[in-house]
């Protein structure tokens, strides 16, 4: 592939790369990981809500890494609350998987700025050396898409098996009981997945650009190449 081409697909592939780090920053401190609604069960319960009289029980919940924000409503109107995971909800959340996801989300940020500076060096320096020539390029892509895909495992169990809304629903709450009523992933959550899948583009872009995969090639096809060409 000509210079020139090599040239524009690293400088894509950097500034994809820029843009995934300040991304995933914008999505550490959003609080619109998670988005749901929480039904307040105790209070339904005493009168016998059904149909329209439950949505008064009803109340809002939405929270990131470090803060978010719970509406509760137990048929007496609504009241807001802030709330922030350290250090109030520290004691209730499964705090070694959430530290785990802030500790990758801040690998992934760092690994994307590693890997944009080198693919701009590499569109615009010389010579193409390994640690930031396509053996490189392939590990920074590789590092940052694993984080991604390790984010989201990571969050989604904390989310979903341990039940995390429910534990921030029912935080400090002696009369009450909440169960949650819906819940899905928002902005920043799906900001992460399309991180991760911008990174693997990366890896395809360098494919694209005229370079193996590192570990691609074996050394008996060079010797057996090597001796047809001394039969020759």
């Known amino acids: 592939m000509p210079a020139r081409q090599k040239k524009l697909l690293f400088c894509t592939a950097g500034l994809l790369s820029l ?3 300040l ?6 401190g959003s609080q619109l990981w998670v988005r749901g609604s929480v039904l307040c069960s105790t209070g339904a319960l005493l009168v016998n809500a059904s149909g329209p009289e439950l949505h008064k029980f009803i ?3 939405q929270y990131g890494l470090f803060s978010g ?3 509760r409503q137990c048929g007496l109107g609504g009241r807001a609350l802030q709330f922030s995971f350290f250090p109030d909800l520290l004691r209730i959340i499964p ?3 959430h530290v785990s996801v ?3 989300c801040t690998v992934l940020i760092v690994f994307a700025l590693v890997g944009a500076g080198f693919f701009m060096f590499n569109a615009f320096g010389s010579p193409y050396e390994t640690l930031h ?4 390029l392939y590990l920074w892509s590789f590092i940052s898409c694993s984080c991604g895909c390790l984010i989201m495992i990571l969050f989604s169990s904390e989310v979903k098996i341990h039940h995390l809304s429910e534990k921030i629903a029912n935080f400090k709450e002696g009369t009450f009981t909440f169960k949650t009523h819906s819940e899905q992933f928002a902005n920043s959550f799906w900001t992460i997945l399309v991180c991760s899948l911008v990174h693997f583009l990366n890896a395809l872009l360098i494919r694209f650009a005229g370079f193996e995969f590192p570990f ?3 050394k008996e096809s060079g010797t057996i190449t090597g001796a047809v060409d001394l039969m020759y």
Do not use: E
């Not at 991304?23 to 550490?28: D, E, I, K, L, P």
């Not at 020539?133 to 490189?136: E, H, M, S």
């Open 95 to 97: 705090a070694s998987i």
């Open 23 to 28: 991304g995933t920053a914008a999505a550490v």
């Open 216 to 218: 691609s090639k074996s």
């Open 69 to 71: 924000q719970r509406v």
């Open 59 to 61: 109340g809002a919940i």
């Open 133 to 136: 020539g396509p053996v490189g």
């Open 102 to 104: 802030i500790l990758f």
């Open 19 to 21: 843009a995934c780090a």
